[in-house]
T-cell receptor, first 117, second 110 residues
């Protein structure tokens, strides 16, 4: 299957700082990527859809000024958590759908575990 | 709208079978199944498209009943490695993001 990488895999930061998470599609181009957040023992909740060359689409209840998304190229999307607080601690996972010759499987990156102290 | 998964949790002995269901109140374009182990990202298992189909992946297979908007994941002769949380993700069209169910926690014991 297609490969999606994510960096960093784990980050610990102090309250009030900003954290940037990178998501890359390694072997296919992704005009659209998705950012999910998962709290312990819960499901994956869609935060936003990242669109290459245009503004991201945020789900209801997700603050676009707090979670900045930039999709600068066909293989890279970044999520910046600004002024992070302890309640932002979570597992952040990006994904992309690979449409090349197939029905559009959605592959996930390995995730980033964010801990805000 | 979030699809509904059942059961919430199941415990199996090695070699036993299990069925996990996923249903939606909306007309679906596709259903995607994933398995997630603790602390890891979800791993893609298979995708089923509208029109109704059935797929197999080793001893794991799935079906999609378009009339009922329901998909089922079948695990046969379970192995210890099958343990994890299984999620179904549904899409109402080809370019919309997946919405995931709450997951089914599967534990396979020796």
């Amino acid at each position: 299957g297609a490969v999606v990488s994510q960096h960093p895999s784990r980050v610990i930061c102090k309250s009030g700082t900003s954290v940037k998470i990178e998501c890359r599609s390694l072997d296919f181009q992704a005009t659209t990527m998705f950012w999910y957040r998962q709290f312990p023992k819960q499901s994956l909740m869609l935060m936003a859809t990242s669109n290459e060359g245009s503004k991201a689409t945020y789900e209801q209840g997700v603050e676009k000024d707090k979670f900045l998304i930039n999709h600068a190229s066909l293989t890279l999307s970044t999520l910046t958590v600004t002024s992070a607080h302890p309640e932002d601690s979570s597992f952040y996972i990006c994904s992309a759908r690979d449409w090349q010759g197939g029905p559009g499987e959605q592959f996930f990156g390995p995730g980033t575990r964010l801990t805000v102290l | 709208q979030q699809p509904v998964q059942s059961p919430q949790a199941v415990i199996l002995r090695e070699g036993e079978d299990a069925v996990i269901n996923c249903s939606s109140s909306k007309a679906l374009y596709s259903v995607h199944w994933y398995r997630q182990k603790h602390g890891e990202a979800p791993v893609f298992l298979m995708i089923l498209l509208k029109g109704g189909e059935q797929k197999g992946h080793e001893k794991i297979s799935a079906s999609f009943n378009e009339k009922k908007q329901q998909s089922s994941l079948y695990l046969t002769a379970s192995q210890l490695s099958y343990s994890g949380t299984y999620f179904c993700g549904t899409a109402i069209s080809g370019n919309t993001p997946l919405v995931f169910g709450k997951g089914t926690r599967l534990s396979v014991i020796a």
